[in-house]
C-alpha cells in the first residue's frame, strides 16, 4: 500500500505547500472563500486521520482555521498520514462514524486515497476562485508534478 500511496501524498504535501504560500504572500480582494477551502482541505485530512487512529478530531470539518496554523496543521497531517501508512494494511477495514453520527467501513487505502482525492478536488476550487479574483492559478495537476 505505501508504494502506492506514499509518493501520493508527496505530491499532496507539495502541492499544499504551494497552495498556502500563494494564499498567504497575496493579498487577495476576496480572502474568505480561499481561506475557507484551505482550511476545509486541512481539517477534512485532519479528521480523517483521526479516524483512522481512533481519535478524537480537535476540528470540525468546515471549521476555519487560522491562517497562521495552515503550514503546522499541514506538516501535522502529512506526518500522521506517513505513519499510518506504516501501521495499517491496505486492505484492513476501519469502522468510524462521519460527522452525522453515521457508521461506515472503508479500507485504509479507500479512507487514505480519498485524503489525496479530496484534497485535488478542492486546491481545483481555490485556482477557480484565484482566477475569479484575477490571480494565476498554480498548477498543481499530478502529470504536472511528476514532469517536473
Given at each position: ?17 504551494r ?9 487577495w ?23 483512522l ?24 497531517n ?10 495499517f494494511?491496505?486492505?484492513?477495514f ?33 485556482a ?21
Amino acid at each position: 500500500m505505501s508504494d502506492f500511496l506514499s509518493p501520493l501524498f508527496t505530491y499532496n504535501q507539495e502541492m499544499n505547500d504551494r497552495i498556502i504560500l500563494q494564499l498567504t504572500t497575496h493579498t487577495w480582494p476576496e480572502p474568505e472563500p480561499l481561506h475557507r477551502l484551505m482550511s476545509h482541505i486541512l481539517t477534512a485530512h485532519h479528521i480523517w486521520n483521526q479516524r483512522l487512529a481512533g481519535n478524537i478530531p480537535r476540528y470540525g470539518v468546515w471549521e476555519s482555521v487560522p491562517v497562521g496554523t495552515w503550514q503546522s496543521l499541514h506538516q501535522e497531517n502529512t506526518e500522521e498520514s506517513v505513519r499510518l501508512l506504516q501501521e495499517f494494511s491496505g486492505s484492513q477495514f476501519i469502522t468510524y462514524t462521519n460527522s452525522r453520527g453515521e457508521a461506515f467501513s472503508n479500507s485504509v487505502q479507500d479512507i487514505l486515497f480519498h485524503v489525496i482525492n479530496h484534497s485535488t478536488y478542492h486546491r481545483a476550487q481555490i485556482a477557480t476562485e484565484v482566477r475569479r479574483q484575477g490571480g494565476n492559478p498554480l498548477a498543481t495537476d499530478y502529470i504536472f508534478y511528476k514532469r517536473s
